[in-house]
Nanobody, 119 residues
């Protein structure tokens, strides 16, 4: 069974910074892409940033220049969030595209971590 555990959310004033972490564990053969999504109340979940095993990175336009995604190893991904704005307030979810030992591909989600930015 695969688990993704996020940490690092919290309450911060506008202009502040937070760093989110996500660690994958379980019976994993390999992980391709790892990314962060967010969902604000009443809105659809949206992609924030993603990084592949090859190092390719994508950012949503709304966070370019403020957020940085990185991978420490094959199973850990970070999201450094600087210059936070109230509109960044949302539940942030980690996602990983995982290949299991039986060659099955799965898309896995963490439980989410709340980020609240006060004005």
């Amino acid at each position: 069974q695969v688990q993704l555990v996020e940490s690092g959310g919290g309450l911060v004033q506008a202009g502040g910074s937070l760093r989110l972490s996500c660690v994958a564990s379980g019976n994993i053969f390999s992980i391709n892409a790892m990314g962060w999504y967010r969902q604000a109340p009443g809105k659809q979940r949206e992609l924030v940033a993603v990084i592949t095993s090859g190092g390719s990175i994508y950012y949503a336009d709304s966070v370019k220049g403020r957020f940085t995604i990185s991978r420490e190893n094959a199973k850990t991904v970070y999201l450094q969030m600087n210059s936070l704005k109230p509109e960044d307030t949302a539940a942030y979810y980690c996602n990983a595209e995982i290949r299991l030992p039986d060659n099955t591909k799965t898309s896995n989600w963490g439980q989410g971590t709340q980020v609240t930015v006060s004005s």
